[in-house]
């Protein structure tokens, strides 16, 4: 298995707060992505980076914001928590580098906002 | 807008049966195609990745195949077990990664 964790695994957060969701990774790619699953939605990509502060916004980026300033690291923070982002976040990888763009997933973070 | 589309949604078999998995894109610039599972309340496992100059792709008993003019992929299973039992998405990639909806597999001994 990639070396993907993400922290915390479960979190349970009050409307309007601000939540950080941390994605690490032992691999060295340069590529990381944030997506969220939802049931009836599928797999969407809310942010993803090519580099060490080289972020852009995917197909679900509104409410959410990233930052990465180190290869391993991967923040996705939500700036006021809302009950729409309620969902399954997932963090991956891909190493352009081998130009095979192939993806490898974290164990994911259940986000329950009330 | 790139689209990934799977059929069938779900899919029920005796142990033992082979099946086949499809896959479908609207994005004639694909430059590669994934499979992965998906068990309960886990991540996305990758199981094998075509990329566009291939046909095909063999890891044990599962075969993914491309067709790029006809935008389709498919991934058959051999010999299926109680194990194979989970939801399968195939993910296309060219200006980014696009996911199907996923087929969930149920193997029933």
């Known amino acids: 298995d990639a070396g993907i964790t993400q922290s915390p695994r479960h979190k349970v957060t009050e409307t309007g707060t601000p939540v950080t969701l941390r994605c690490h990774q032992t691999?060295?790619?340069?590529?990381m992505y944030w997506y969220r699953q939802d049931p009836g939605h599928g797999l969407r990509l809310i942010h993803y980076?090519?580099?060490?502060?080289?972020?852009d916004k995917g197909e679900v980026s509104d409410g959410y914001s990233v930052s990465r300033s180190k290869t391993e690291d991967f923040l996705l923070t939500l700036e006021s928590a809302t009950s729409s982002q309620t969902s399954v976040y997932f963090c991956?990888?891909?190493?352009?580098?081998?130009?095979?763009?192939?993806?490898?997933f974290g164990p994911g973070t259940r986000l329950t906002v009330t | 807008k790139q689209e990934v589309t799977q059929i069938p949604a779900a899919l029920s078999v005796p142990e033992g049966e082979n099946l086949v998995l499809n896959c479908s894109f609207t994005?004639?610039?694909?430059?590669?195609l994934q499979w992965f599972r998906q068990d309960p309340g886990k991540g996305l496992t990758s199981l094998l990745l075509?990329?566009?100059?291939?046909r095909e792709q063999t890891s044990g008993r599962l075969n993914a195949s491309l067709d790029k003019s006809s935008g389709r992929s498919t991934l058959y299973i051999a010999a299926s077990q109680p194990g194979d039992s989970a939801t399968y998405l195939c993910?296309?990639?060219?200006?980014?990664?696009?996911f199907g909806p996923g087929t969930r597999l149920s193997v029933l001994p």
């Open positions: 991956a990888i891909s190493d352009p580098g081998q130009a095979i763009y192939e993806q490898y």
């Open positions: 691999e060295n790619h340069r590529y």
């Open positions: 980076s090519y580099g060490v502060k080289d972020t």
């Open positions: 994005d004639s610039a694909i430059y590669n």
């Open positions: 075509i990329q566009s100059s291939q």
């Open positions: 993910a296309e990639y060219g200006q980014n990664f696009v």
